[in-house]
């Protein structure tokens, strides 16, 4: 009863949150405050909402211009070696490229991406497509928004599990505190995930890698529902890790009997073994990889694009409805989609560990000979 008012409490909290979401702010029309209005604005507050940053901008008082929000460590290394800085030197001007002079190197910042000047420049030069022709980018290891959404998962996984572990370490056999909602999804992967898919004895074996994978994606998907505008498993550099993590795991932990059947079927023809060893080998390597990091990512995009889609009707349709019936509507419908959100962000935490336990239950599986 206790785990279900606690699941209760945060599906509340987090509705709760999203009822706030809105367009807080746009880095793209400083001169005009938090003002969006037009489907062209709307949209590039999309892309920009979808991306990774360099800093929290949360929102912008109309009346005085300021910006409110945090900074973030910025971490490059350029032909001069390693910078590190805050983000906040990049603090916008009328041209919104400021060049941060770091003694012997010259760095500014064009569409979240940070390059590094050529050697006597003082100013930024682009092209007809607007990209920087006398500056080239530099090895960005920046703590981003996406690196501190994925610090905080980490932080919450560790609290989380540690007061679960020290529960049964002191012989409790219930668990106490936020434990209890853990225990019962833990139980869930176990049972019905890793056993049925890798089998009784060889499943504790991954166990480790299924729990973290499961609830790191959860809790991200989770957090991208807030008003922080995180994007976490919306951005394609994070999902491709989790996939070749799956892909290495699954690759190194294949039996001999896996490769074998992989590389030389038996019961075929000969002469179709080696084509069938290709098409299997491409199969594991890059088609099974990519399905999971595409579908995660997609997803996830397409969900953040849809609520953010629904937001921008109250204006949009402001002059079709007025404002309060415009209003009214977007926010019925946010709060729709944010709902089927939340079911989606375990179900995709779900599909991606299943996946995974999946893939790796066929390498190690030992197959009976006749």
Known sequence: MIAKKSITFIAVLILALVSFKGFAGDKGHHDKGNTVDTPEEIKE?????????????LFTDNA??????????????TSKGLKTFMSSAFHHDDAGHVIVDKGDVKLTKVHSKI????????????????????????????????VFGMLIAGLLMLLGFTAL?????????????????????????????????IGEKKYRRFMGFLLTVFFFIWILNLLGLTPLGFNVTGQIAVTVCLALFTAVIYLFSGSKDFWAHTLWMPGVPVILRPILAVIELVGFVLIKPFSLLVRLFANMTAGHFVVMSLIALMITLKDAFGPIGSTGMSLVLALFISVIEILVAFLQAFIFTMLSSLFIGMAVEEHDHH
Do not use: C, M, Q
């Not at 507050?45 to 901008?57: E, T």
């Not at 409110?68 to 971490?75: A, E, H, R």
């Not at 682009?126 to 530099?138: C, G, I, L, R, Y």
């Open 45 to 57: 507050y999309i892309g920009h909402h979808l991306k990774d940053a360099h800093d929290f901008h």
């Open 64 to 77: 005085s211009g300021t910006h409110y929000g945090f900074s973030l460590p910025v971490i490059v290394w």
């Open 115 to 146: 390059y590094e000047l050529d050697a006597g420049a003082t100013t930024v030069n682009f092209d007809e497509a607007h990209h920087p022709t006398n500056a080239h980018k530099v090895l960005d290891f920046s703590i981003t928004k996406s």
């Open 165 to 197: 572990a020290r529960g049964y370490k002191k012989g409790k056999a219930i668990p106490t505190g936020f434990g209890r909602v853990l225990e019962p999804l833990v139980i869930y992967v176990r049972d019905d995930i890793a056993k049925p898919n």
